[in-house]
Nanobody, 115 residues
Framework: QVQLEEFGGALVPAGGSLRLSCAAS????????MGWYRQAPGNYRELVAT??????TNYASSVKGRFTISRDAKNTLYLQMNSLEPEDTRVYYC??????????WGRGTEVTVSS
């Protein structure tokens, strides 16, 4: 089992920056890929960015060049968000996938970007 907890959601003005973090606990040595997803009320949960244990990253086209995903040796996951837009207003979720394919989610942190 892996437990995930997100931090850092806030209300920020358009054009501002925010850094989200996700602390992992439990069987963290089993984690392979980690990622950020986001969801607006009534909408599906969409990919923001992922990072593998080898450091390979993947970004949604809507955030490429503005957001940066990273992780440290303790499998704490980060998302640096710059040039925020009102369209980035979502609940942001952290996800981890173990080497054997089990997926775990955090409870989410809310990001609101004011225009």
């Amino acid at each position: 089992q892996v437990q995930l907890e997100e931090f850092g959601g806030a209300l920020v003005p358009a054009g501002g920056s925010l850094r989200l973090s996700c602390a992992a606990s439990g069987e963290i040595a089993a984690i392979n890929t980690m990622g950020w997803y986001r969801q607006a009320p009534g909408n599906y949960r969409e990919l923001v960015a992922t990072i593998t244990s080898d450091g390979d990253t993947n970004y949604a086209s809507s955030v490429k060049g503005r957001f940066t995903i990273s992780r440290d040796a303790k499998n704490t996951l980060y998302l640096q968000m710059n040039s925020l837009e009102p369209e980035d207003t979502r609940v942001y979720y952290c996800k981890s996938t173990t080497h054997w394919g089990s997926a775990f989610w955090g409870r989410g942190t809310e990001v609101t970007v004011s225009s």
